[in-house]
């Protein structure tokens, strides 16, 4: 197959000065950042059954990408062109009806946002600002895993990963260390293993769960100077637990208990504090499942606060992130006509329109 993709974004931001009841127009401050992307891609898969009990998967995408982003007000310009080949392939084997082996290698790709490409200062108050980096270039993950799964419900795995050219928001100071500036560049080599235990349970009839514990080490090696490879390293663990009670026989009301787990631990650069996440929610279903009525109740103590550290050469940085994640959601829908009827879904990638928005 293949694909060919076309990415175009302006963004413009204008400052004015009064002066003697004028407004003129602000140079320093104002921005219009024109990006022009385009991708071409060409791809293959082959699957087939070796034997009865064994499966193999294999392709190979190619891809050739071509940027442009302008800084009008400066007159600067940018063009980057570069090409990646990615391959990946998977085993699976299944001796018995009650276990199963698998084996997968591949390699991803995650472009910059627009935000981190603009080379524009974003101030966040008078004494620190944020500024893109035009040469910022996309990172390449390559990712090998294990698998074992026993009778459906319990699962082990192993994996293993690394980013090259993967990024990092170096923070440093100007003007006599009186202005922090923050800018992402490509400086970390980020390795990473670890395991994941998963069960999904059938408590009763009525009542299951699907607890699973994740536990990795990561180790960075930087490229940066101001961050030692020592201070870039160490274990992160997560646990996650979801609980669904039905309240009929049939199962069409149910409730739900969902609850998340991170441990203080070392993600890349950073140094970040445990958080803890809860969701309830019911679904509840009417006149013969035609009328579905669901509510959701997200972070209800507020137990979502991101606190991060940086361990720099010679300060250290700290932030402290609360989103406000606390959110109801109501929903009422009904079906009308025949509920065996069959629908045409139209399958659309949006995941480019994702590197429109700040995510930091």
């Known amino acids: 197959?293949?694909?060919?993709?076309?990415?175009?974004?302006?963004?413009?931001?204008?400052?004015?000065?009064?002066?003697?009841?004028?407004?003129?127009?602000?140079?320093?401050?104002?921005?219009?950042?024109?990006?022009?992307?385009?991708?071409?891609?060409?791809?293959?898969?082959?699957?087939?059954n070796i034997t009865e009990k064994l499966f193999i998967s294999a392709g190979l995408r190619y891809e050739?990408?071509?940027t442009e982003g302008t800084l009008l007000v400066q007159n600067i310009t940018n063009e980057k062109r570069y090409h990646n080949l990615f391959p990946t392939i998977s085993l699976s084997y299944e001796p018995s009806d009650n276990n199963a082996y698998s084996f997968s290698f591949n390699q991803r790709i995650a472009r910059p946002s627009l935000y981190d490409l603009n080379p524009f200062k974003n101030y966040k108050?008078?004494?620190?600002?944020?500024?893109?980096?035009?040469?910022?270039?996309?990172?390449?993950?390559?990712n090998v895993e294990l698998g074992y799964v026993y009778k459906g419900n319990l699962s082990f795995s192993l994996y293993s990963s690394k980013i090259a050219d993967n990024w990092a928001f170096v923070v440093s100071t100007e003007n006599n260390n009186n202005v922090i500036v923050t800018q992402p560049r490509n400086v970390l080599t980020t390795y990473s293993i670890g395991s994941e235990l998963a069960y999904?349970?059938?408590?009763?009839?009525?009542?299951?769960?699907?607890?699973?514990?994740?536990?990795?080490?990561?180790?960075?090696?930087?490229?940066?100077?101001?961050?030692?490879?020592?201070?870039?390293?160490?274990?992160?663990?997560?646990?996650?637990?979801?609980?669904?009670?039905?309240?009929?026989?049939d199962k069409t009301h149910k409730i739900f208990l969902n609850m998340l787990y991170n441990t203080k631990g070392v993600e890349e650069m950073y140094v970040s504090k445990n958080t803890f996440l809860m969701r309830l929610g019911a679904s509840l279903s009417f006149l013969r499942q035609k009328l579905g009525v669901n509510i959701y109740l997200t972070d209800p103590f507020s137990t979502t606060i991101a606190r991060n550290s940086v361990d720099y050469s010679t300060f250290k940085f700290e932030n402290r992130i609360f989103n406000d994640n606390r959110s109801i959601l109501f929903s009422v829908a009904y079906k009308f006509g025949n509920n065996q009827s069959k629908t045409n879904e139209i399958q659309i990638d949006n995941s480019e329109k994702d590197r429109l928005i700040k995510d930091k």
């Open 125 to 142: 108050d008078a004494n620190s600002y944020e500024i893109g980096n035009p040469d910022l270039l996309p990172n390449i993950t390559t």
């Open 1 to 48: 197959g293949g694909k060919g993709t076309y990415f175009s974004n302006d963004n413009r931001v204008k400052f004015y000065n009064k002066i003697g009841g004028l407004d003129i127009f602000d140079t320093s401050k104002s921005n219009d950042f024109q990006y022009k992307e385009r991708l071409w891609a060409m791809y293959f898969n082959l699957s087939r």
């Open 200 to 249: 999904n349970w059938e408590i009763s009839n009525r009542i299951s769960n699907y607890s699973s514990i994740n536990v990795s080490y990561q180790q960075s090696k930087s490229a940066e100077e101001s961050l030692p490879d020592e201070n870039l390293r160490g274990i992160h663990g997560t646990i996650l637990s979801n609980f669904t009670v039905a309240l009929n026989n």
């Open 64 to 66: 050739r990408t071509q």
